[in-house]
């Protein structure tokens, strides 16, 4: 419980913003436990590594937020990183990619 909250906290104080305007907070919590769920279940549940590679910002240096939007959505070919088009949209794509750029869930 007190991670879930310590999860809520860094996703409110640190949350990025896309675009214009911010994402409403209900989508920014909704995308953040998809990093830890859906990502960390291959990224590790810390984003640290696992069967994918750690997608810590200090591992994701150098990367791009456009960069990383287009691996979210179209994932690697020949890789267990999978396309997320059909899930998200590139709004949510764009703030995750900037999300893990800037804070390590």
Known sequence: MARAV???AISVLAA???GAEALPQAEQDRLAHFVQQDCGSCHG???TGGLGSAITPEALEGHTVDGLTSI???G???TAMPPWRPLLTEIE???I???LL???P
Do not use: H
Request: a negative charge.
């Open 72 to 74: 979210i959505l179209d």
């Open 102 to 104: 800037e804070v390590s």
């Open 76 to 78: 690697i070919p020949g």
């Open 45 to 47: 549940l810390k984003v």
């Open 97 to 99: 990619a900037e999300y």
């Open 16 to 18: 990025p913003s896309v």
């Open 6 to 8: 310590a999860l809520l």
């Open 93 to 95: 794509a764009q703030w």
